[in-house]
C-alpha cells in the first residue's frame, strides 16, 4: 500500500528514514513545519532528492549568489537566458544563438567508469535540448589518480570508453578538453562534461508550466530501477520491503534512444507544439514535476501510476527518484496534443499524458486513485535549506606558500635544459592524450574546423557565412591549493586565453567546481575564494557566467581533493576559415613570444617533475589586463590573416609550447633565449602567447602589437632541420621528444 496524505495526517509519530535518504533533522523537521504534519513516503523521497547538495546548490548557493551582479551581456548583447535556467544562452547573430553548459558525473564515474561517464555526457546533451537546441558538439575535462596507480587502470580507460561510445552514438563530434593526473584524485576521479548547442532565437524554450488544462506529457524511455537515489544516496530497501534488496546506483545510458529523442524532440520545437520543456537528470520526476510547476504560474496534478515503467515491481517512491536515462516531460496545449502524439510516433519515442496544470499552487500526484503527494512545488524544487557553512582561511597554507618553488634549485646547463624538456613533455601532466582523444570522434557532422590536439575546439554553425563558435575547458588544482582567488582567476584566464588565440573573440563563460567536503571550513574558504576570483575576474574581462554546476564531497577516505574550478569559455568566429593553428606551419617564418616573462614557477610542471611534486610559493600572478590586449591582437591577426600558427602559454611555460608546436606543425625551430634558461623556458606566467609568421606579415603584427601595449620579443624562426635549437645551449631531436612524449599513457594501458 503506498503511504497516503491521508495516512500521514493520522500516524504522525511514524518513524521515517529521513536520515538514510541523506536530510538531518533540522531538515527532517523543516519538512513537517512546511507541510503541517509528516511527509508520506513520497513527499520524503522528492524533497530527500532536491534537498541534496547535488540538487539544491544548499551550501554553495550563497556565493553563487554573486554572478548575478556581473553584467548579463556579452560583447555581443544581452544574454538571452542564464542563471537558472537548464543553460546558458548567448546570442551570435545572424538571428542565431548558442547555448552551452557544463556539469560533473564524477562520483557514478568511480562506482561504474563506463555508465558513469557516458549518463554524463547524455545528461548534459538533455540540458542543451531542453534549451530548444540542437546540440553539435561536446567537449570534457577528465582528472584521475597518478597516471601509474592500479586503480586509474580500471577508471580511466571506462571513463574514456563511455564518453566515446554515447557521443560517437550521438554523433557528436568530440571537440577538445583537457585530462589531469594527479595524486589527489586517486579515488575520487572528475569527470566533467559540456555540450554545446546552437537554435534560432524564436525556437527558444523554458521550463516553466502554465496554462490551466494544458497537458503533462512524458516522452523517452521508460523508467526503471537504475540510479535511484543518486542524488540522495537511497537505498530502495528503505521504502518496499518486497522491493530488490539493493539497485544500483549509477544509471544506465542507451545513446541510440537518446538520438532519437533528440530528433524528436527538434520536431516537437519546429512544429510549435510544446509550451514548456524540461529534461530529467538528477532526481528524476522529481525533479521534472517540482520544477516546471515551481517556474510556472499555476499548480500541477500527476497521476504516477501512468508512468511508463521497465520494471512492473517499482514502488511510487521509487518512481518518483528513478534517475532513467532519455527522458523528457513537456507541457502541450489539448489542441496540440494529437500532433505531439504523431511526432513521437513517428521517431518511435514513448509518449505518455500522466497529468495537467491546474489552477492552484500545489504539486499534486496520485497513485492508483490515491493521493500521494501534495505539495508547494516551490518548497521542493526552488526553496530548499541555504546553508552558510563554517569557512576558514587554513593554517597549513601559510607553510605552504612560504615553500617558495621560486627558491628551488635551478640547473641552467644546456645538458639539464634539455632533459628537463624532455622529462615535462613525457611527463603525465604533459605528454601525449591521443589514446584517450583518438577514442572520440571529432569530426562527425562536418562542421568541427578544429579539435584536439589545438588550444580550443570550433565549430562551424552557420555554413552559409562560415560564422563559428569556439570553446576550452581549463583548471589547475595545483595553483588553487596555493591560492584559490588567483587560480580561479588562472582557470579562467586560461580559458579565455586559448579561445582567444584561435582567433575568436571570448563571449562568456560556464563553470563546474569541484571541491571536497562543504563541512571542512577550509574547503568552503576555498569554495568562497574561487568565487570572488571569478566574479572579479569576469567582471573586468567583461564576461558573463551564464551557469554551471557545483560539486561537492569529492574526497578520497577524509582527504578532499584539492580545489578544482573547471571554467569553459565560449567564443564567436565570424569567419571559421581566419582561425589560426597550433602547429609551426612554415619553415623561414619568424617565431615570437608576446607578453612579458616573470619568474613564476610555484604550481608549475617544472616544480613538480623535476622536484619530485613539490607544490610550494604562490601561483603566477593573473593579468586580465594583457588578456584582454592579447585576445584583441589575435583577433586583428586573424581577421587580417597576418599568423601562420598561435600557440598559448601555459603548463610546462615556453618548453611545452615549442615541444607541441614543433611536434603539431612538423617543423623545428631555432631560437635564442633572453634572461635566466630555467625562467625563460618553465615559467608559467599568464597572458604570454607563441606565434609565428611569414616576413610580410612581421611590420604589421608587430603594430598591432604596440598599439595594443603588448610586448613582442622575436625569439628566432621555424626550421627544416627536425629540431629544437636553443643557441648556445641544445640542440633536441623531434624524434627523440615525439617519442617521449607519446608513450607514458599507451605504456601504462599495455599498448
Not at 580545489?563 to 567564443?571: I, K
Not at 615549442?658 to 606543425?665: N, T
Request: proline letters at 6%.
Amino acid at each position: 500500500m503506498a503511504d497516503t496524505v491521508e495516512n500521514a495526517v493520522s500516524t504522525p509519530d511514524l518513524d521515517q528514514p529521513w536520515a538514510d535518504l541523506g536530510l538531518n533533522r533540522d531538515e527532517y523537521t523543516r519538512i513537517r513545519e512546511i507541510l503541517g504534519r509528516r511527509p508520506t513516503g513520497g513527499e520524503l523521497a522528492m524533497y530527500s532528492v532536491m534537498w541534496s547538495e547535488h540538487c539544491s546548490y544548499k551550501s554553495s548557493k550563497i556565493y553563487l549568489r554573486k554572478f548575478a551582479a556581473l553584467p548579463q551581456e556579452t560583447p555581443r548583447g544581452p544574454l538571452l537566458a542564464g542563471i537558472g535556467d537548464n543553460a546558458g544562452v548567448v546570442d551570435i547573430g545572424n538571428g542565431l544563438a548558442v547555448t552551452f553548459k557544463a556539469e560533473s558525473h564524477n562520483h557514478p564515474s568511480y562506482v561504474e567508469p563506463h555508465q558513469g561517464a557516458a549518463t554524463g555526457v547524455g545528461g548534459i546533451v538533455r540540458d542543451i535540448m531542453a534549451m530548444g537546441a540542437r546540440p553539435i558538439g561536446v567537449m570534457n575535462a577528465l582528472a584521475f589518480g597518478p597516471l601509474d596507480a592500479p586503480d586509474t587502470a580500471r577508471v580511466l580507460p571506462g571513463v574514456v570508453s563511455g564518453i566515446a561510445d554515447y557521443g560517437n552514438c550521438l554523433g557528436l563530434p568530440t571537440i577538445g578538453g583537457q585530462t589531469l593526473f594527479d595524486p589527489t584524485y586517486y579515488g575520487n576521479p572528475l569527470v566533467n562534461a559540456l555540450c554545446v548547442g546552437v537554435l534560432r532565437h524564436e525556437d527558444l524554450q523554458f521550463a516553466k508550466a502554465s496554462g490551466a488544462g494544458n497537458l503533462v506529457v512524458l516522452f523517452g524511455a521508460a523508467t526503471g530501477g537504475d540510479g535511484i537515489g543518486g542524488a540522495s544516496i537511497l537505498a530502495s530497501e528503505s521504502f518496499a520491503a518486497e522491493g530488490e534488496s539493493k539497485r544500483p546506483s549509477v544509471q544506465v545510458g542507451d545513446p541510440f534512444m537518446e538520438k532519437l529523442l533528440i530528433e524528436c524532440t527538434l520536431d516537437l520545437f519546429h512544429a510549435g507544439v510544446c509550451e514548456a520543456l524540461q529534461d530529467f537528470g538528477a532526481a528524476g520526476i522529481s525533479c521534472a514535476t517540482s520544477e516546471l510547476a515551481s517556474a510556472g504560474d499555476g499548480g500541477m496534478h500527476v497521476e504516477l501510476d501512468r508512468v511508463p515503467l521497465r520494471d512492473p515491481n517499482l514502488a511510487p517512491e521509487e518512481i518518483l527518484m528513478s534517475e532513467s536515462q532519455e527522458r523528457m516531460m513537456a507541457v502541450v496545449t489539448p489542441a496540440n496534443i494529437d500532433r505531439f502524439m504523431e511526432i513521437c510516433r513517428h521517431w518511435d519515442v514513448q509518449a505518455t499524458v500522466i497529468g495537467e496544470v491546474t489552477d492552484g499552487d500545489r504539486l499534486l500526484i496520485d497513485w492508483h486513485g490515491e493521493r500521494i503527494v501534495d505539495v508547494d512545488p516551490r518548497t521542493v524544487a526552488h526553496d530548499g535549506p541555504v546553508l552558510d557553512m563554517p569557512k576558514a582561511r587554513p593554517g597549513w597554507i601559510d607553510e605552504v606558500n612560504a615553500a617558495d618553488a621560486n627558491a628551488l634549485p635551478r640547473d641552467n646547463s644546456g645538458e639539464a635544459l634539455a632533459r628537463a624538456m624532455v622529462a615535462l613533455a613525457s611527463s603525465p601532466a604533459l605528454c601525449d592524450r591521443s589514446w584517450i582523444t583518438d577514442q572520440y570522434d571529432r569530426f562527425v557532422r562536418g562542421n568541427t574546423v578544429l579539435a584536439q590536439p589545438e588550444d580550443a575546439g570550433i565549430i562551424r554553425v552557420d555554413e552559409r557565412t562560415n560564422l563559428g563558435i569556439a570553446l576550452s575547458l581549463d583548471s589547475n588544482g595545483r595553483y588553487s591549493l596555493l591560492n584559490p582567488y588567483l587560480g580561479a582567476q588562472l582557470a579562467l584566464s586560461e580559458a579565455y586565453r586559448n579561445v582567444a588565440v584561435t582567433g575568436a573573440t571570448p563571449l562568456a563563460i560556464t563553470d563546474c567546481l569541484n571541491f571536497g567536503s562543504p563541512y571542512e571550513p577550509a574547503v568552503m574558504w576555498q569554495f568562497s575564494e574561487t568565487i570572488l576570483g571569478l566574479v572579479d575576474g569576469c567582471r573586468e574581462l567583461g564576461v558573463p557566467v551564464t551557469g554551471g554546476n557545483v560539486s561537492l564531497h569529492n574526497r578520497t577516505g577524509d582527504e578532499s581533493i584539492r580545489p578544482n574550478p573547471l571554467v569553459g569559455v565560449l567564443g564567436i568566429l565570424d569567419d571559421v576559415r581566419t582561425r589560426i593553428r597550433t602547429g609551426f606551419a612554415h619553415a623561414g617564418d619568424a617565431v615570437l613570444l608576446l607578453g612579458e616573462t616573470r619568474c613564476e614557477l610555484g604550481g608549475s610542471v617544472w616544480e613538480d617533475v623535476l622536484h619530485d611534486g613539490h607544490l610550494g610559493g604562490m601561483p603566477p600572478m593573473p593579468n586580465l589586463g594583457a588578456e584582454k590586449a592579447l585576445a584583441d591582437v589575435m583577433a586583428t591577426a586573424a581577421a587580417e590573416g597576418l599568423l601562420s600558427s598561435a600557440h598559448d602559454l601555459s603548463e610546462g611555460g615556453l618548453s611545452q609550447a615549442l615541444v607541441e608546436s614543433c611536434l603539431q606543425g612538423g617543423h623545428g625551430v631555432s631560437l635564442t633565449l633572453e634572461g635566466e634558461p630555467t625562467v625563460a623556458l618553465f615559467s608559467e606566467t599568464p597572458a604570454r602567447a607563441l606565434v609565428s609568421l611569414p616576413a610580410s606579415s612581421y611590420g604589421r603584427f608587430v603594430d598591432v602589437c604596440r598599439e595594443a601595449g603588448v610586448p613582442v620579443t622575436r625569439l628566432g624562426e621555424v626550421i627544416d632541420s627536425g629540431e629544437i635549437e636553443v643557441q648556445g645551449l641544445l640542440t633536441l631531436g623531434l624524434d627523440e621528444v615525439r617519442r617521449a612524449w607519446r608513450a607514458p599513457i599507451p605504456a601504462v594501458m599495455g599498448e
